[in-house]
Every structure is written in structure tokens, then in C-alpha cells.
């Protein structure tokens, strides 16, 4: 579904992601996981499109992102780690606007916005402008729109921060569902819980580089994921 292929991209004389390969299949829950500034957002905008990248390939069902950059974007969605929406626009407006990017069938579309508002009781809110929105209703509206055309592969950024509880626990399910359908989710986060919880495989970055990935036992044998992570950081920093 998703191979990144000795990715890596500069910013001057910074290296922000060193030559960092991975595989996400269908099917699969992908935790990316490092502390700020290890690389995951650089990583998550270089290959959904968003960023170019200096070397590597990224291919996206055997597609690469360079290649065919229209033909990938319009097999994936992906949400930020800020949700940034035309704040002029109403809910319902917005939804029906990549809606019609993504030429979802009005009748398809309407049922699935009438399926997800219902789900994080966004419904009553869609008339009014996103700008009156809280962060943790933009974050919804973010969310519904990435579900709107039933991507192949759906890319987050940090996606539960500012969801309440309630809606968490629906955005985990919905995880759930999507790749239980054969689609694949690649997501950072820095709450270790919920990716131990939830995902089939993960992968810790560390100043740009790859140092462990795996399926979740692969990686944090008979420890806790915050214990390995916490571990594998202090060996990279004593290495650096």
C-alpha cells in the first residue's frame, strides 16, 4: 500500500529525515513515533505530496508520489497536525467542496457526512462557518472530510490531539473499520498508550533515522512502549 524507499530530505545543512525506509500493507494500523523535531511531520508531508523531498522514492499502491502526483493524492487522505480549513466556509460547505474534489456521488456523499457528523454529534454544527469552530470540532470536520471519498490509505499527523474522549474512542474505531476493509493507516502520535493499544506495527524515528519498527511484540518484546521508547532514544542520543 505504502513503500517509502530510503526517503530522506534536507533543510540547509540539516538532515531532517536520513534515508529512512518503510512498508506499510494492507490492512495494517502504522504508529510513527519520535519526540518533536524527530522527522515524522517531514516524513508525513514528503509522501503525501505536500513537500519534495531530496532523495528516495515514495510509492503509493506501486505509484510513485513523483511520478503520478494526482494519481496518489486521489487514493489518500491526510490530516495534519493542525487542522487548517477555509474558515470562511461552512461545515457542510466544506464537505461538499472535497466532496466534489474527490467526485464522490452526491448520494454516497451525503450518506457518509450523514454517517460521521452523527458520530461526533457534529451534525447541528455544519450550517455554521468553521471559524466558529473550537480546535476540537475543526479536528472532526478534519476528519470527516479525510473519510469522505474511502481512501485506499488515509496519513495523519498527531490526530488525537484536541479530540475529548468520546470522540477518540470513535476516531479508534473507525481506524479499525477502515483497515478491516483492507485500507492502511499510517499515523504519528506521541500518546504511547494508544499506539500500543491499537496499532499492528510501529516505527520509533530518532533525529531523522529509523531505529526500530517492527509489529508491536517485535518492538517492545515483554516491555511497555514507552519503556522501549524511552530506551532506544537514550542509546541514539549516546551514539550521536
Known amino acids: 500500500m505504502l513503500q517509502i524507499k530510503e526517503l530522506t530530505k534536507t533543510f540547509g545543512e540539516k538532515t531532517a529525515v536520513d534515508n529512512l525506509s518503510l512498508h506499510i500493507q494492507p490492512g495494517e494500523i502504522y504508529g510513527f513515533i519520535g519526540h518533536n523535531g524527530a522527522g515524522k511531520t517531514t516524513t508525513l508531508r514528503s509522501v503525501v505530496g505536500i513537500q519534495e523531498f531530496d532523495k528516495g522514492e515514495v510509492l503509493i499502491d506501486g505509484t510513485s508520489i513523483k511520478a ?114 483492507g485500507g492502511a493507516i499510517f499515523f504519528s502520535t506521541h500518546v504511547l498508550e494508544v499506539a500500543e493499544k491499537l496499532c499492528d506495527k510501529v516505527a520509533i524515528i530518532k533525529a531523522g533515522k529509523l531505529i526500530r519498527s517492527g509489529t508491536m511484540d517485535e518492538v517492545k518484546g515483554d516491555e511497555s512502549l514507552e519503556e522501549v521508547f524511552l530506551e532506544l532514544a537514550e542509546d541514539a542520543e549516546r551514539e550521536a
Open 68 to 181: 503520478d502526483p494526482l494519481g496518489c493524492k486521489a487514493q489518500i487522505a491526510y490530516i495534519p497536525d493542525n487542522p487548517d480549513l477555509y474558515e470562511f466556509m461552512s461545515g457542510i460547505k466544506y464537505l461538499n467542496f472535497i466532496g466534489d474534489i474527490f467526485r464522490v456521488e452526491p448520494t454516497i456523499r451525503k450518506e457518509r457526512i450523514r454517517k460521521y457528523a452523527d458520530l461526533f454529534a457534529l451534525t447541528s454544527d455544519l450550517a455554521q462557518p468553521i471559524a466558529s469552530y473550537s480546535h476540537g470540532m475543526k479536528q472532526k470536520l478534519a476528519i470527516i472530510s479525510a473519510w469522505i471519498h474511502d481512501p485506499k490509505l488515509i496519513l495523519m499527523d498527531e490526530p488525537f490531539v484536541g479530540l475529548d474522549p468520546k470522540a477518540a474512542h470513535i476516531l479508534k474505531e473507525m481506524m479499525k473499520e477502515h483497515c478491516e476493509k
